[in-house]
């Protein structure tokens, strides 16, 4: 593998790495703001039907 090819699928194992970590912080901070702050169920924040409720309050 040259170093070019090296370089270029380390930056992309970066950046993949970067954006999963960014989801798994944005997972996190639902969770903790809809079960600590919202007083709801920390796992309620992934049902599709929480997701519709919010929708239609914002609507």
């Known amino acids: 593998m040259s170093s ?3 370089y270029i699928v380390r ?6 790495l970067f ?3 960014a989801l798994v912080l944005l997972a996190i ?9 919202g007083d ?4 309620d924040v992934f049902h ?3 997701w519709s409720h919010i ?3 914002l609507n």
């Open 4 to 6: 070019t090819t090296r």
């Open 11 to 16: 930056k992309l194992i970066a950046i993949a």
């Open 19 to 21: 954006v999963l970590l």
């Open 29 to 37: 901070g639902l969770m903790i703001g809809y079960g600590v702050v």
């Open 40 to 43: 709801g169920n920390m796992f």
């Open 48 to 50: 599709k039907a929480t």
């Open 55 to 57: 929708s239609k309050f």
